[in-house]
Nanobody, 121 residues
Framework: QVQLVESGGGLVQAGGSLRLSCAAS????????MGWYRQAPGKQRELVAT???????NVADSVKGRFTISRDNAKKTVYLQMNSLKPEDTAVYYC???????????????WGQGTQVTVSS
């Protein structure tokens, strides 16, 4: 069984910073892409940023230049550094990872439980 556990959300004023972390644990053979998504009230879940096992990144235009995604493969952890936060960044942020549980297993995308980020104006 695989678990993704997020931490680091909270309440911050506009212009402030937060750092989210997501650690994977359990039956893990390998981790491919890891990433962050967010869902604001009344809106669909959207991609924020993803990172490959080799460090290649894909970042949404809405957060480019403000958010940075990184990962520590040894710790099976992905991070999201969020700077210059805006009220429109308010959402539940979800971690996702594509994980193989065994050598012959198919990769499967797992999700964390979500962490609330609230940016006040």
């Amino acid at each position: 069984q695989v678990q993704l556990v997020e931490s680091g959300g909270g309440l911050v004023q506009a212009g402030g910073s937060l750092r989210l972390s997501c650690a994977a644990s359990g039956s893990i053979f390998s981790i491919n892409d890891m990433g962050w998504y967010r869902q604001a009230p009344g809106k669909q879940r959207e991609l924020v940023a993803t990172i490959t096992s080799g460090g290649g990144t894909n970042v949404a235009d809405s957060v480019k230049g403000r958010f940075t995604i990184s990962r520590d493969n040894a710790k099976k952890t992905v991070y999201l550094q969020m700077n210059s936060l805006k009220p429109e960044d308010t959402a539940v942020y979800y971690c996702a990872a594509t994980i193989k549980s065994g050598w012959s297993s198919k990769p499967y995308q797992y999700w964390g439980q979500g962490t609330q980020v609230t940016v006040s104006s």
